[in-house]
């Protein structure tokens, strides 16, 4: 193919035909080294040059095969709940009688933990935001200290009391009908979103992942989400939690494959690390140089066709269009990268990011040979004083739906502004994730501690396969494919699944085979968090309290009515609201929101467990968080360009009108809360809780009134199973001998806070934001690097006849000749930059006088071009710091983020087991059988009352 090539850095390259044998001309270079071998061809991806794209006919038949297999399940599933007793069918549709195993257990867990988030969002994250992506690993071993806390004291309770539902812990601890309304709306209302979440990437996904030859997608966004939303109806209404779990287990093996499939056929093609290894640094080994001006690439819809440089388009580094991502974040300030680029376009002057030259009109500028005069941006007497909302700015809003032009999305954005601080934030909103109820189901479901403690040891790993491959090609696909491949915003995936089609053969299965993982794992999630969010509105608000004698086929009846409104629901906001759709952070934004519900609903159940809360203290609490959710909220929603600062009042300019001094972009006097405001609201919820328990507890006020008691919690949890749930009864039953709670347990506890701090104080907390560098200064300082020289030993004097800096070549040989001769040669004082003066000296950069230069090439070699005074940084530019082919920065998260894998796998190992992992009977359906004979407690028999719902020996365990 004559349209690629490996070459220098701003040289014009040269194309060599793959199809025909290499020669010495054709030669790979790096960095001007011939490489003997030639173009390695196998790191460039699939080209619209080379012909036709994939037909996608291999996906097509895995994925009827695999609904297929899904329908089956479920109605094996229908068969076995055909003779059971009457007043078995709710235990049997919502927990499946609570006999499943360890292997059983993990595989339901794991399908229903990493959704179509992990293996759609991480991605597209990663290949906009580079390793600031890594908060889903670290935040992943915070999901697991919740869990910590929460598991092995609410399952051993949920058993000896006979849980049927998520919410019954709050039921049973407080007895307020109040609280526990509340906390199942709030708990309905999160798994809500996770399924708004999952329905909303599967159908970003399905066209890319049906795109087809012409560039046409075969399968109907809409329609095709429709039909799947309803096959996961018809699974959950045929078999209920048992075909859920058995599905699961498929959609686990599948997800596991695509997992381990993707990056291992990334790294055969790109790689150390899944490509991500060579995606960084100017002379990375993916570099590659493209003329995307031929027409295939027009018909394909290549976004480097209608690029300025489309003739010789440079990618698969990341160097090139997002040099940012190399450097060491702004972990701790606002980020300012692109400053100089910004103070230009304040002043009047359309400076077009790595294209174009500069056009400005304030002044004449005399010209001095190869170079413009000076003018001096700070000066407002030749320019006007640079402020944050110039018209200029306000211009690129209404072009670009942003005060500031496309290529200052970084300093635009959030996201690269303390990004430290946002990453934590991550890190706590995913502590609470563990009270997910779809999640607290499926650790329900489980037959012993063994199994629970097997299963969750084993997940503390499952990141490292799961999620970080995910950040890995996202990295990678993001520096080779943008340029290539349309569509590559939020439904990226499909990008990495269409250059891995294209290339055909095994690989195209692969392919096949991860798109299909992709839909596994929305369906996996979505039908998993549908039987939840039946359960806690068919047990609280119908079978506990509007239809407490209603027989069980009758509320499963009704069940299935809310399952379909629910579904119905989910998919009308995710389908068709259109804020969701124009939202570029719609992965990021969501979860934020489901973990921030989830966090109001923390004191009530996980503390409740530990501490003497109050129940209306807890309710007082859940109100206030939820009034400082909205209120934060507003405020934020009401600025544009939220945490930078650039964020102005969106009410304070209007775009159909003239720019006046009544209708201009306004700053917002709060623009950023350092923490999400998430985190915020549930300080402030849990402080609420905490405070207010205390005087409650002293004035010896109650957790309910007798108006909002439950006969259900009389009749059900305390009556046969030792009273009321208090605290003291809490610790009686988590004093059974054998009973090792790694909470309680110093060893545990110790591997459970290095686990915390090392994912924590990992973050970029401590180095110089992007290196002391911004846009320009890291040019400069890459041009050094390719020449050779030390940046911070540039000459203090050159010959004018030479050119300035840029172009390139131009400052190779200026350096290498400043550096012959050592009487001339001295540090610079600021950075590599330099002010000139007539007389032909290019004199050192004073701290107040910093200086950027023109872009154009063209401009500069006729005479032309300016040169601009003050919009530098003023520091020396250190470069990025790679280690392994990554920044290293990263690789200090990532080493960090492994040890605390395995201190919190082995602080779930030190889980003290009370029953045998090798039993036959279930925790909950029969006499729970230990290693000494039958379980008591209290002195009082664990078996069940068929009264409530279970039929005394009944068991289902020669179904499973």
Request: glycine share 8%; proline share 5%.
């Amino acid at each position: 193919n004559p349209y690629r090539v490996n070459t220098i850095p701003h040289a014009t390259p040269t194309y060599c035909d793959r199809s025909q044998p290499y020669t010495q001309v054709c030669a790979n270079t790096k960095m001007g080294i011939p490489v003997p071998n030639g173009l390695d061809d196998r790191r460039v991806p699939w080209l619209p040059t080379d012909g036709s794209a994939s037909s996608k006919n291999m996906f097509f038949i895995m994925l009827g095969f695999f609904i297929a297999t899904l329908l089956g399940i479920a109605y094996v599933s229908y068969l076995k709940s055909v003779d059971l007793p009457d007043n078995q069918f709710y235990r049997w549709h919502f927990l499946g009688g609570k006999c499943y195993n360890q292997y059983l257990g993990f595989f339901t867990l794991f399908s229903t933990i990493f959704s179509a988030v992990t293996i759609a969002g991480v991605p597209y994250e990663a290949s906009v935001a580079g390793f600031y992506a890594l908060r889903w690993l670290t935040s992943g071993v915070w999901v697991g200290i919740g869990a910590i806390l929460l598991v092995p004291r609410l399952y051993r309770i949920s058993g000896l009391r006979e849980y049927d539902s998520p919410s019954d812990i709050v039921s049973d601890r407080f007895n307020n009908r109040a609280l526990s309304l509340v906390t199942v709306m709030i708990s309905a209302c999160s798994v809500f979103l996770y399924m708004i979440i999952q329905f909303y990437a599967i159908s970003d996904l399905l066209p890319a992942l049906s795109r087809v030859t012409d560039g046409a997608t075969t399968l109907d966004r809409n329609g095709t989400t429709w039909l799947l939303a309803l096959i996961i109806l018809v699974c959950e209404w045929l078999g209920g939690f048992d075909a859920v779990t058995w599905t699961d287990m498929v959609q686990s093996v599948v997800l596991i494959f695509a997992f381990i499939s993707i990056p291992s056929t990334y790294a055969y093609y790109y790689g150390e690390m899944a490509g991500a290894g060579d995606s960084f640094g100017y002379d990375c080994e993916n570099f590659f140089v493209l003329n995307c001006t031929q027409q295939a690439f027009v018909d394909f819809g290549s976004p480097c066709a209608s690029s300025a440089s489309a003739a010789a388009f440079k990618t698969g580094c990341h160097a090139y269009g997002t040099s940012h991502l190399q450097m060491y974040p702004a972990g701790t300030v606002l980020s300012d990268y692109f400053k100089p680029i910004t103070k230009i376009a304040e002043s009047g002057c359309d400076f077009n990011y790595n294209q174009a030259l500069p056009s400005c009109t304030p002044t004449v500028l005399t010209q001095l040979g190869w170079f413009a005069a000076v003018p001096d941006i700070t000066d407002s007497s030749t320019f006007p004083v640079p402020g944050p909302f110039s018209e200029e700015r306000a211009w690129a809003d209404k072009q670009f739906n942003s005060p500031l032009p496309t290529f200052l999305g970084t300093d635009g954005s959030g996201t690269f502004s303390y990004t430290a601080a946002g990453m934590m934030s991550f890190n706590l909103l995913f502590f609470s994730l563990a009270l997910f109820p779809h999640w607290i189901m499926k650790w329900m479901s489980l037959k012993s501690d063994h199994a629970v403690r097997f299963a969750f040891t084993t997940l503390s790993f499952a990141t490292l396969w799961a999620t970080f491959p995910m950040v890995l090609v996202g990295v990678s696909g993001g520096a080779l494919l943008k340029g290539i491949y349309p569509d590559a915003g939020t439904e990226f995936f499909a990008v990495i699944i269409d250059d891995m089609a294209n290339r055909g053969g095994f690989v195209e299965f692969l392919g096949a085979l991860g798109a299909v993982g992709a839909i596994a794992a929305m369906m996996s999630t979505v039908d998993s968090a549908l039987i939840s969010v039946t359960n806690l509105i068919s047990t609280d608000f119908l079978r506990n309290w509007l239809m407490p004698d209603a027989s069980d086929r009758l509320l499963l009846h009704i069940c299935k009515g809310i399952s379909a409104v629910a579904v119905v629901a989910t998919l009308c906001i995710a389908l068709y609201d259109v804020k969701l759709q124009n939202d570029p952070n719609v992965y990021a934004t969501l979860i934020s929101w489901q973990s921030s519900l989830l966090w109001q609903i923390l004191p009530a159940t996980l503390m409740g467990l530990y501490f003497d809360m109050n129940g209306w203290a807890c309710l007082i609490g859940q109100i206030c968080g939820i009034a400082t959710i909205v209120g934060l909220y507003v405020h934020q929603d009401s600025c544009h360009n939220w945490n930078t600062e650039y964020a102005w009042r969106k009410d304070s300019y209007v775009y159909d009108k003239i720019l006046s001094d009544s209708n201009h972009p306004e700053k917002c006097d709060v623009s950023t809360y350092y923490l999400d405001y998430h985190i915020w609201a549930a300080v402030v919820n849990v402080a609420v809780s905490v405070i207010l328990s205390i005087p409650f507890s002293l004035m010896g006020l109650g957790n309910t009134t007798k108006s909002l008691e439950m006969e259900h919690v009389e009749k059900k949890f305390a009556v046969g199973h030792g009273g009321s749930l208090t605290l003291v009864k809490i610790r009686e039953i988590m004093s059974e001998e054998g009973t090792r709670e790694p909470v309680k347990d110093p060893i545990s506890i110790v591997c459970i806070v290095i686990a915390g701090l090392l994912t924590t104080l990992s973050l970029p907390w401590w180095g110089d934001a992007y290196n002391s560098c911004d846009f320009d200064s890291y040019l400069r300082w890459e041009a050094c690097e390719i020449a050779g020289v030390d940046c911070q030993k540039m000459c203090d004097q050159a010959d004018m006849s030479l050119a300035p800096p840029l172009p390139v070549p131009a400052l190779m040989t200026a350096a290498s000749a400043c550096l012959t001769d050592a009487t001339t040669c001295s540090c610079p004082l600021q950075g590599g930059y330099f002010t000139f003066a007539t007389g032909g000296l290019m004199i050192p950069t004073g701290g107040g006088a910093n200086v950027s230069h023109s872009e154009s090439v063209a401009s500069l070699i006729t005479g032309g071009g300016i040169v601009f005074e003050g919009t530098g940084n003023g520091q020396v530019c250190q470069g990025y710091t790679l280690i392994g082919g990554i920044p290293s920065w990263a690789m200090a998260i990532i080493i960090c983020w492994i040890f605390a894998m395995f201190f919190m796998s082995f602080a779930w190992s030190r889980m003290g087991c009370v029953d045998d992992k090798n039993q036959k009977q279930c925790r909950g359906s029969v006499q729970i059988e230990m290693q000494d004979g039958p379980a008591t407690h209290g002195g009082k028999s664990t078996e069940l009352d068929a009264e409530f719902g279970v039929v005394e020996n009944f068991t289902t365990t020669s179904i499973i």
